[in-house]
């Protein structure tokens, strides 16, 4: 039997669960989503077909993202970290790899489509991320005991 209905008081909700609106935990969704299968197509194939002396660090690395990034369909504000670290990763890149390769004219071969992917990135992470959200749950609540 529900406590709330023995006291006959209405039922508790959760201090977090209508934080966020409907269509902003689908748009989270769909950005999980879009990462995880997106860059997963991309990443899939040299998992499966590479030579047998590739390090595969990267692609290593990227394909647990993608598939980390998969639990944020599910528990789309619990995995806010995953967007938090994909937008810094590539704040990071166009700062100190992007930007000074293009201002000296000295890029590689792939820099236009990683240029343009990373850039895309660094442009939408904002925008979907819900920073009061971010504000409240990250840096204003208080932290994890350290005993």
Do not use: N
Request: glycine share 8%; proline share 7%; aromatic share 12%.
């Amino acid at each position: 039997m529900d406590a709330s209905a023995v006291v006959g008081e209405a039922p508790r909700r959760r201090s977090d669960e209508s934080e966020l609106p409907r269509w902003r935990l689908s748009v989270l969704r769909a950005t999980y989503a879009l990462i995880a299968f997106g860059m997963g197509m991309q990443i899939v194939p040299p998992l499966l077909d590479h030579a047998a002396l590739d390090r595969g660090v990267i692609p290593s690395l990227l394909a647990g993202m993608c598939l980390v990034d998969l639990l944020g369909i599910r528990y789309p504000r619990r995995m806010l970290p995953m967007l938090l670290f994909e937008l810094a990763w590539k704040a990071t890149w166009i700062l100190f790899y992007g930007l000074p390769q293009w201002r000296s004219g000295l890029t590689p071969s792939t820099f236009a489509g990683d240029f343009q992917a990373i850039a895309a990135g660094v442009i939408l992470m904002p925008i979907v991320i819900p920073w009061g959200y971010v504000w409240r749950h990250y840096v204003r609540a208080a932290g994890d005991r350290w005993r």
